[in-house]
């Protein structure tokens, strides 16, 4: 059995409240596709947070179907399986999956019922049964129900008399996962303890976290081929760059499985990212003044064009109130493509005071709140750059995740 592994696609991200990235993502989609013509994998699995935000514009939703169309015709002996992550909005990918299940693409948006025992053949529609094996597809599921993944593995391990490959998809924070480049969102999604479960799998096609790893093997976090004996738990990271510390090459995994309790080899088909994110200095010096930062950037100017770009500078310094307006003005005169990220990455033990007003400010979306468990905990923590925090604003914002709540429900 062969797939393509990849997740985290995050269509529709808007960085720094400013740039879309919709050339990056058609820059991977390409690559996506070449991929499939080229190894002609039995399946290509998506591992959930297919779009930025659980409610996606009209240009984000035109975009998921074009790609993926786009993907159907040079690969139509290929089943396409995707399945939500804990971005997306369930409820809206899964009205969807009727239309695209007429063309051997399976999605996946809502979960398990909980009320599993009082309902029948519920099994059926998370288990996509291949020639060459069996995938069980589980999307983001805000509670611990473990139990619904061995109740999969029990109803393939029945059927699988001729030892088949047995793949699952899911999307979910293992514990012990490396996280390097995550911001608060990973420690609100409840970890996972793989012994919870079960054994019946060979390969667990992983979401959420965006740093290629396979668990139990870091040394082996970047090697271009290896194998492995069944099960192999791995996260194939996301398509792009989501911020500055993803310093780490991205890729898509592709895996073959040549039996149940076999053999797993993975070979990581490196992205080619679009725009490359730096960091001035590029040493691990940090700047000492805002002369230096000017005179630096004109220079990297000359030499650069089409990336993300940031600032690593000494607490020390006193920052001008309209420091982020000038940066932009420099960039925009340059006429290059280069996009800056206003957060500074400050060197020292404190930050220095009178901070320009755009660094302080904090602005949340429901989707930062939707993912906690307890909001408030966000509150407590950034408490002392929040003194004027509205609370009509915050009963907004748990309104609006109420409906949405009750949207996915329906």
Same mark, same amino acid.
């Given at each position: 059995?062969?797939?393509?592994?990849?997740?985290?696609?995050?269509?529709?991200?808007?960085?720094?409240?400013?740039?879309?990235?919709?050339?990056?993502?058609?820059?991977?989609?390409?690559?996506?596709?070449?991929?499939?013509?080229?190894?002609?994998?039995?399946?290509?699995?998506?591992?959930?947070?297919?779009?930025?935000?659980?409610?996606?514009?009209?240009?984000?939703?035109? *975009?998921?179907?074009?790609?993926?169309?786009?993907?159907?015709?040079?690969?139509?002996?290929?089943?396409?399986?995707?399945?939500?992550?804990?971005?997306?909005?369930?409820?809206?990918?899964?009205?969807?999956?009727?239309?695209?299940?007429?063309?051997?693409?399976?999605?996946?948006?809502?979960?398990?019922?909980?009320?599993?025992?009082?309902?029948?053949?519920?099994?059926?529609?998370?288990?996509?049964?291949?020639?060459?094996? *069996?995938?069980?597809?589980?999307?983001?599921?805000?509670?611990?129900?473990?139990?619904?993944?061995?109740?999969?593995?029990?109803?393939?391990?029945?059927?699988?008399?001729?030892?088949?490959?047995?793949?699952?998809?899911?999307?979910?924070?293992?514990?012990?996962?490396?996280?390097?480049?995550?911001?608060?969102?990973?420690?609100?999604?409840?970890?996972?303890?793989?012994?919870?479960?079960?054994?019946?799998?060979?390969?667990?096609?992983?979401?959420?976290?965006?740093?290629?790893?396979?668990?139990?093997?870091?040394?082996?976090?970047?090697?271009?081929?290896?194998?492995?004996?069944?099960?192999?738990?791995?996260?194939?990271?996301?398509?792009?760059?989501?911020?500055?510390?993803?310093? #780490?090459?991205?890729?898509?995994?592709?895996?073959?499985?040549?039996?149940?309790?076999?053999?797993?080899?993975?070979?990581?088909?490196?992205?080619?990212?679009?725009?490359?994110? #730096?960091?001035?200095?590029?040493?691990?010096?940090?700047?000492?003044?805002?002369?230096?930062?000017?005179?630096?950037?004109?220079?990297?100017? +000359?030499?650069?064009?089409?990336?993300?770009?940031?600032?690593?500078?000494?607490?020390?310094?006193?920052?001008?109130?309209? *420091?982020?307006? +000038?940066?932009?003005?420099?960039?925009?005169?340059?006429?290059?493509?280069?996009? #800056?990220?206003?957060?500074?990455?400050?060197?020292?033990?404190?930050?220095?005071?009178?901070?320009?007003?755009?660094?302080?400010?904090?602005?949340?979306?429901?989707?930062?709140?939707?993912?906690?468990?307890?909001?408030?905990?966000?509150?407590?923590?950034?408490?002392?750059?929040?003194?004027?925090?509205?609370?009509?604003?915050?009963?907004?914002?748990?309104?609006?995740?109420?409906?949405?709540?009750?949207?996915?429900?329906?």
């Amino acid at each position: 059995m062969r797939i393509l592994h990849t997740a985290d696609l995050h269509i529709g991200q808007i960085l720094y409240q400013y740039y879309d990235r919709g050339d990056e993502h058609h820059h991977f989609f390409e690559q996506l596709k070449e991929w499939l013509v080229k190894y002609r994998p039995d399946a290509l699995v998506v591992s959930g947070d297919i779009f930025d935000i659980s409610q996606p514009s009209a240009a984000s939703w035109h *975009f998921f179907t074009r790609s993926f169309v786009d993907l159907r015709k040079a690969a139509p002996d290929t089943t396409f399986i995707i399945i939500a992550g804990n971005h997306d909005s369930a409820s809206r990918l899964q009205a969807h999956s009727e239309v695209w299940a007429l063309n051997d693409t399976f999605i996946i948006g809502t979960p398990p019922p909980l009320n599993k025992d009082s309902t029948t053949g519920w099994e059926d529609q998370f288990i996509i049964r291949l020639n060459s094996g *069996f995938i069980i597809a589980l999307p983001f599921i805000l509670s611990n129900r473990t139990d619904s993944i061995c109740r999969l593995q029990e109803i393939v391990a029945k059927e699988n008399i001729d030892n088949k490959p047995v793949i699952i998809i899911g999307h979910m924070n293992i514990s012990g996962s490396d996280i390097t480049g995550h911001d608060r969102e990973v420690g609100n999604v409840k970890p996972v303890n793989l012994s919870d479960l079960g054994d019946g799998y060979d390969y667990l096609a992983l979401g959420h976290i965006h740093r290629p790893q396979t668990l139990g093997h870091p040394e082996d976090c970047f090697a271009e081929t290896i194998s492995y004996s069944s099960p192999v738990i791995r996260y194939s990271g996301s398509a792009l760059h989501v911020s500055c510390d993803e310093t #780490y090459p991205h890729s898509v995994s592709l895996v073959e499985i040549n039996a149940h309790k076999g053999d797993v080899t993975i070979q990581q088909l490196h992205i080619d990212q679009l725009r490359k994110f #730096y960091t001035l200095p590029s040493s691990d010096d940090s700047f000492q003044s805002e002369k230096d930062i000017e005179k630096s950037l004109k220079k990297f100017i +000359k030499s650069h064009d089409n990336c993300y770009l940031r600032f690593r500078i000494s607490s020390r310094v006193s920052l001008t109130s309209d *420091f982020n307006t +000038k940066i932009y003005r420099i960039l925009e005169e340059s006429g290059k493509d280069i996009r #800056y990220n206003p957060k500074i990455v400050w060197e020292g033990e404190n930050k220095p005071d009178g901070l320009p007003s755009e660094e302080i400010k904090v602005e949340y979306t429901v989707e930062d709140f939707s993912q906690m468990q307890n909001p408030l905990e966000l509150l407590i923590e950034d408490e002392s750059i929040l003194p004027n925090f509205s609370r009509e604003k915050l009963a907004d914002l748990f309104a609006e995740i109420e409906d949405e709540l009750r949207s996915d429900n329906i």
